[in-house]
Structures are given as C-alpha cells and as structure tokens.
C-alpha cells in the first residue's frame, strides 16, 4: 500500500512537472480576436476600427492577412523571438499561401518589426521591409504619431502585396487541425468495419466488441498518446462492432456518420472561427525585418 | 480461416502502426525537412558574405584582418559538403557546426568593427546588405530552432518505450542536435584579456 501511495505521489508530482509551465518566464501571446491588438492603448477606438476595416477589406479584396500588434514590451526575449511566437500562434495568412505579415510594435523597447509570411517573401524582402520601418515608421514614431505611422506602413505593405499575383482570394479553407488524425480517419474506419466483423464472428458480439474496443483504444493511446481520444475510440469501436451486428443496411449510413462526431473528428475542432477574426493557417519562417525609433 | 488470416494481416498492420512505425516515418521526414532549411539559410549567409566584404572593404581597409578572418571562416563553412546525410553522421554534423559558427563569429566581429565606421552607413547598398544580412540571421535562428524543435521529438519517439524497439528494427538511430552551449562558447566575443584570468560568463542562449 505504502509503495503504491508513493507511486501515485510520485507520478501525480511529474503530472504536475509536465503541465507546468517552462521554466524561463516568457511573454505569454494574446489571442487573435481582430486584425489590430492594441494593448498599450495607444489608439483611440475608431482608430482600431478603421485600421480593421481597411485591413478586413484588404483581406476581402487580395486574401493576404496583416495583422498589428501593439505590446509594452516584448522582454526577455528579443523582439525578432516574440515575433516569430506570435506569427506562429496567430497563423496568419491562408495555408499553403502563406501570405501573412505581422506589424508588431513593442512601444516601451521603441522596437518594431515586420514578420513576413514564406509566401510574401518575395514581394516584400526584409530590404523592403527595412526600408518601410527606417523611412515611414520610425521617423512618425520618433514624433509620437504612432497611428500615422501605422497607416502610412500598411499602406506602404498593401500597395506592395497588390502588385504581386497571389491565388485568388477563396473562402478560407478550414483549419485542419486534427490534420493527422483526420488523414487516418477513412483507414481507421475501413479496418474497423471488417475487424469488428472478424471479432464479432470469433468472439460473439459482446466478446467481439469488447476486444475490438481494448485493442482501438490501445492503438489509439499509441499512436496519439491522448488519453481522451483513445477513450473515444475504444468506445466508438466497441459501439461500432455491437451496432453493425445487430441490423442490416439500413441504419449503416447513419452510423457511420455518428463515428464522425464521436471522437476523431470533433476533436480539437473547438478552435474554429465563428465570425471571429482568425488566423489562415499560414507559416513563417523569420522573413522581415526589424528596426528601432 | 481465411477471414482468420486476413484478420491477422490487419492486426499485424494494426500493431506495427502501434509501435509508432508512422510516427517514426513521419517524425524522420520533418527533421529532415527542417534540416533542409538549416541548410538553406545557412548557404544563402555564406553568399551573402562576398557581396558584404566587397561592399565594406573599401572603407575599412585598416581591418584587413578581421576581413581575411570572414573570408576565411567562410571558405571553411562552404568546404564542408552540406548534405541532407549530415545528420546522420554525428561527427561530420559537430565539423559542420563548429565551421558555421566559427563564420557567425567572424561575422559579428566584423559587424562590430563596421559600427566604427559610420561613413559605410552612406555608400549604397550597405543598409540593404545589413538588412539582409539580419534577416538571413534571424532565418537561421528559426530554422535552427524548428530542427533543434523537430529533433527532439522524432528523438524522444526513438528512445522511448514501445517504439524504441521498432527504431530499432527499422534502423533509426537518435539524430544529433545543434548543442546551444558550445555556440555559445564559440559565438562569444573575444574578451580583451589584461592577464587576469578570463571573465566567466553567463552564457547566453544562441538562436
């Protein structure tokens, strides 16, 4: 008893080492509510609301996502760090395009940096991207007009994205999250259809159902190492393999509909957009540049 | 029986996936995909670095030393065949390493003595070189940190229980990474030594 008391201790205090947080501190990343994060409070509310309108429209009219981002500071990591974190959380850009810049600001540091998606690395160099914050930011900024030299910037950027031919702008395509998973879903299913037959036939339908509710549980655990989602699956494998045995064709379509719900496809798809303000899906790779005022 | 052995088939397929056979397939493609663009930026430092030299040497002549010491550490970095193979092979990957920071030394140096310089801030094309020279940099950090990043995992599957033992029949071995410390070292600016014994440090992370 007393050794299992202490195992238990023992693992509940490396649960705890897991979920806690790394240990050197970093600035944590606001969420992605709208095109413009102000959290210097910096710019009055119309003028949030009209950078945001000019900015939805530019992603209406071209596809490419700017976004600005006003932070105090981006201490302790450098600016060019922050940035490459939050271009990586936000997403911007559609996937595969990657047309995504962020304008970020940090007005304490007097530190400013544009991060440029893969895809607009052509169209705006960090030489560009240079110049817009040494010849248009930095000098408004210098004077404290911070809004006129936001403007200015992303009207420098958006003259520079429109002159380049991007791929139409199309519904944005959904945020696959569950992209792995997703993939091995039709395999997943195909193999669970004439196991659960095999099973059903060697083992009776319980036994049958059982065994394939362990086994889709256990491989699930393996393969994603989610509790949670082999939990689903082994309950959706057990489900399936009762199920299939009792009717015929007729209810089939219908159920294997109620797998997609189950476990593996409303999985993680809790990020979606809402209406709300998203990023595409887009990636970066440290583009842009970076400057000081 | 014949459903008994196509169930055993599937189940035999089942289980190999279980021992993370996928998960290892996929892992060892991303880090070689990662290390492709470590490769990547690091060669388009190394052409970047002609066009600076040629760009600065004009007006500071007097550093022909410091210039020679980025020429050379570059001709150095290049010399090393930079294949995909490289991480497989851990002590070709530690040449490697130590060449392409023995540049970013060189380098950093270099961009130390330009700051004396500031007439250099005037002739064309030096401003356009910086920032292409920075953002080249920052390039390597984040393609360093999504190999170091892409490592790891693909390592901890290779080492980890059930699925070391299928690395192990499948031949994968645990990659080598990019060892931040001895960047460090290596990146640090030369302290200037008047016989006191060198200054410890506080080491401070290399992207």
Request: charged fraction near 20%.
């Amino acid at each position: 008893m007393v050794v299992r008391a202490a195992v238990r201790a023992i693992g509940a205090a490396l649960c705890l080492l897991l979920l806690a947080p790394p240990l050197r501190a970093q600035l944590e990343i606001p969420p992605l509510r709208g095109p413009v994060t102000d959290l210097t409070a910096t710019f009055t509310q119309e003028q949030v609301a009209s950078l945001e309108q000019r900015l939805r429209e530019f992603e209406a009219a071209e596809g490419a996502q700017i976004a600005v981002l006003f932070t105090p500071t981006t201490q302790p990591e450098t600016i060019e760090q922050y940035s490459i974190r939050v271009a990586e959380q936000w997403r911007l850009g559609r996937k595969g395009v990657d047309d995504g810049v962020l304008l970020l600001v940090a007005k304490d540091d007097r530190a400013v940096r544009i991060e440029v998606g893969y895809g607009l690395e052509g169209a705006l160099p960090d030489v560009i991207a240079n110049r817009i914050i040494e010849q248009v930011i930095a000098p408004r900024f210098r004077e404290g007009d911070y809004y006129g030299g936001v403007v200015a910037a992303l009207e420098r950027i958006m003259a520079i994205i429109e002159g380049e031919p991007l791929p139409e702008t199309l519904r944005r395509p959904q945020e696959r999250g569950a992209e792995d998973v997703g993939a091995a879903l039709p395999v997943f299913l195909m193999l669970l259809f004439v196991v659960s037959g095999v099973l059903r036939r060697i083992f009776g339908t319980l036994g049958g159902a059982a065994f394939a509710g362990g086994a889709a549980g256990v491989l699930v655990w393996l393969l994603t190492s989610a509790l949670g989602m082999a939990i689903g699956a082994a309950i959706i494998a057990f489900l399936f393999t009762v199920f299939s045995g009792a009717g015929g064709g007729r209810g089939w379509s219908s159920r294997r509909r109620g797998h997609h719900w189950g476990g593996l496809g409303g999985w993680r798809g809790g990020g979606g957009f809402g209406g709300r303000w998203g990023g595409g899906g887009g990636s970066f790779g440290g583009g842009g540049a970076s400057g000081r005022w | 029986m014949h459903a008994l052995r196509s169930a055993a088939v599937l189940l035999a397929a089942f289980l190999l996936a279980g021992c993370g056979y996928n998960t290892l397939q996929r892992q060892d493609e991303q880090v070689a995909a990662a290390w492709s663009e470590v490769l990547n930026q690091y060669q388009r430092r190394a052409d970047l670095v002609p066009n600076l030299v040629n760009v600065v040497k004009g007006a500071v002549a007097a550093e022909k030393e410091i210039l020679d010491e980025v020429v050379e550490a570059r001709a150095r970095a290049t010399s090393i065949q930079a294949t995909p193979e490289l991480i497989n092979n851990p002590e070709a990957f530690q040449q490697w390493q130590v060449a392409q920071s023995e540049l970013t030394s060189a380098l950093s140096r270099l961009l130390v003595v330009v700051e004396r310089y500031p007439d250099l801030k005037s002739i064309s094309g030096f401003n356009d070189l910086m920032a292409q020279l920075e953002g080249t940099e920052n390039r390597i950090a984040v393609a360093r940190k999504r190999y170091i990043e892409a490592v790891q995992a693909y390592n901890v599957t290779v080492r980890s229980f059930p699925t070391n033992i299928t690395a192990r029949v499948f031949g994968h071995q645990v990659k080598p990474n990019f060892t931040v410390q001895d960047e460090a070292q290596i990146s640090r600016p030369p302290t200037v030594d008047f016989g006191a014994g060198p200054e410890p440090q506080p080491a401070e992370p290399a992207g």
